[in-house]
């Protein structure tokens, strides 16, 4: 294009989602499925259509982010990853400094394909190593050790700039000076940014089965992991990485600029199987949610859809109730400007007083923030604010 369209206010970055994995983890609720064989090129196909269907409706947009997620985008042949962020330069503004990134999983086979992405035109990687323990890999169903991680690791550091990477706490049996211990190791590691994670039991996945029936034993009492989360702000902290999300840490100038689309509730576009998007169209905000099956999908495109099974407008008052859950878990907060441009409304000042002298909110100047203190009660700081 010529000209460099107008940016999104929040952004707008493109996901694109491979719905396969060589496991099931059995804490993992997300839209993953195992296959056999998969074809390729033909997935290749159908998510290039997919976006050239989408760019026609969509029309000129500035790229921010491109994000491959999963399932295990790692399973990707690197031509496959090519193949889509070209489509996606061909199709709209993509910048030369645009984030692009990738998750993988850091076993031998897949860390074998980090060049190949590089040359592609992937940036930045996000790891997910989950554990520094092999006992507690082994529990979480994950297919590669600590030393393959490691291993792992490093290649990606000697192919990327931007490197990231996943760990789950308040796992079974771990304690306190187990979580210090490997976040110690972790922090250690890490290159610019890291994503720490409680882990949730989730209703679906066999986590939740055997929680319901009673046979997931030794996961930390509440007042343990209410620890373990203060212990990782303060760590964090320490080594120059502080949350700039409740989960997310980063050195200055490194946070993941896709997420941040999500939480500034920008555009994105969720292209391939259980994708999810926001779009703002002819004034209007728009949900997307893609169909989940993999082969119902593909054949979908095929026939010349382009893979939704539900499109919802957004009325604005969920437009302004959704982008307050999602900045007040940042550090930098909610902008009342915008907040109120989407017909957001505060609580009485009494309220607000009160959230503030209880230390939970903190407001600097056209901002409200979540404290150290909010953030690990944020739902009920919610409750208070919506009225």
């Known amino acids: 294009m010529s000209a460099e369209p107008a940016s999104t206010p929040g952004g707008f970055g493109v996901y ?8 099931k983890c059995p804490y993992c609720d997300f839209n993953s499925h195992v296959r056999a064989s998969i074809d390729e090129e033909a997935w290749a196909d159908a998510l290039c259509v997919a976006l050239t269907r989408a760019a026609a409706r969509i029309g000129p947009r500035r790229v921010d982010s491109i994000f491959f997620g999963g399932g295990t985008p790692s399973l990707m042949a690197p031509a496959t990853v090519a193949a889509v ?23 031998s086979v897949e860390a074998g394909r980090f060049r190949g992405y590089g040359v592609a035109g992937v940036n930045r990687v996000s790891l997910g190593v989950q554990a520094l323990s092999d006992p507690d890999l082994r529990r979480l169903g994950r297919l590669h050790s600590v030393d393959e991680a490691r291993a792992a690791f490093e290649l990606a550091r000697s192919a990327f700039d931007r490197v990231s990477f996943d760990l789950i706490y308040a796992r079974q049996g771990q304690g306190l000076a187990a979580w210090e211990a490997e976040l110690a ?30 046979r997931l034993a030794d996961l930390p009492q509440d007042d343990t992991a209410a620890d373990m989360y203060a212990l990782t702000q303060a760590m964090t902290a320490a080594a120059g990485m502080p949350a700039y999300e409740i989960s997310n840490h980063a ?18 576009l969720g292209i391939g199987p259980g994708a999810h998007g926001r779009l703002t169209l002819g004034g209007q905000r728009l949900a997307t949610d893609a169909i989940r099956a ?44 915008r907040y ?47 009225v």
């Open 16 to 23: 694109v989602h491979w719905p396969f994995c060589a496991a």
């Open 85 to 107: 962020i070209d489509r996606v330069a061909a199709l709209w503004h993509l910048p030369g400094d645009a984030e692009i990134s990738l998750e993988a999983n850091p076993t």
């Open 185 to 214: 190791m972790a922090l250690d590691m890490a290159v610019d940014h890291l994503s720490l994670y409680q882990l949730t039991i989730e209703p679906g996945t066999a986590f939740g089965a055997l929680h319901a029936r009673g």
């Open 251 to 268: 050195r200055e100038g490194a946070v993941c600029r896709h997420n941040m689309v999500y939480w500034r509730s920008g555009d994105f």
């Open 294 to 337: 993999p082969e119902a999908w593909l054949q979908a495109v095929r026939d010349g859809q382009d893979g939704l099974r539900g499109e919802d407008t957004v009325p604005p008052e969920e437009q302004a109730e959704e982008y307050l859950m999602m900045a007040l878990r940042l550090a930098e907060g909610v902008e009342l400007e």
């Open 340 to 386: 109120q441009g989407l017909g957001g409304v505060l609580p009485g000042q009494d309220v607000l007083d009160d959230l503030v002298s209880g230390g939970f909110l903190d407001t600097r100047g056209s901002r409200i923030i979540a404290t150290e203190m909010g953030r690990p009660v944020l739902n009920a700081v919610l409750r208070a604010l919506m």
